[in-house]
C-alpha cells in the first residue's frame, strides 16, 4: 500500500511548489490537495492518508486548528504546519500539536527533515 499526503493550503500556487518538493524527495507517494480545512476533512472521510502539510493561514479554520483535529482523530500521523509568519507563539502550539514547524516558502531543502523523518515513521508503523 503505498504513502499518501494531504496538501492542504488555500493557494493553488502553494500546492504546487508543495507538491514538486514532495515528488523531488518522494516520487512515489500520492498527494491529495484540499483548498481549506474544511475540504481536508472532507476528503478523509473518502480515503486514507498518511501524513499531512498545512498552511497557517486560511480562511475559515487555520492550520493549526486543522492539525490539532487531526492530531485527535489520528494520534501517529506526521503533520507539517507550514507559514511564512514565524512566532514564537504558533511554533509553541504547532510543537503543542506535535506538528512539525516547516517555514514558507516551502523548499525541497526546507521540508527534508519532516519527510525524512514521517517516511521513518511511516516505515515503523507500517513496516
Not at 485527535?72 to 504558533?90: C, W
Not at 519527510?115 to 515503523?124: E, I
Amino acid at each position: 500500500m503505498g504513502t499518501t499526503v494531504l496538501i492542504v493550503d488555500d493557494s493553488k500556487l502553494a500546492r504546487i511548489v508543495v507538491g514538486k518538493a514532495l515528488a523531488a524527495l518522494q516520487p512515489t507517494w500520492t498527494k491529495v490537495e484540499a483548498g481549506n480545512a474544511d475540504e481536508a476533512l472532507a476528503t478523509l472521510q473518502d480515503r486514507r492518508v498518511d501524513l499531512a502539510v498545512l498552511d497557517f493561514n486560511m480562511p475559515g479554520r487555520n492550520g493549526l486548528e486543522l492539525a490539532e483535529q487531526l492530531r485527535h482523530r489520528y494520534p501517529d500521523m506526521p503533520i507539517a504546519l507550514a507559514t511564512a509568519n514565524v512566532q514564537d507563539e504558533v511554533v509553541a502550539r504547532a510543537r503543542a500539536a506535535n506538528a512539525t514547524f516547516v517555514s514558507k516558502p516551502i523548499t525541497e531543502d526546507g521540508i527534508r527533515d519532516f519527510v525524512a523523518g514521517a517516511a521513518l515513521k511511516l516505515r515503523a508503523v507500517h513496516g
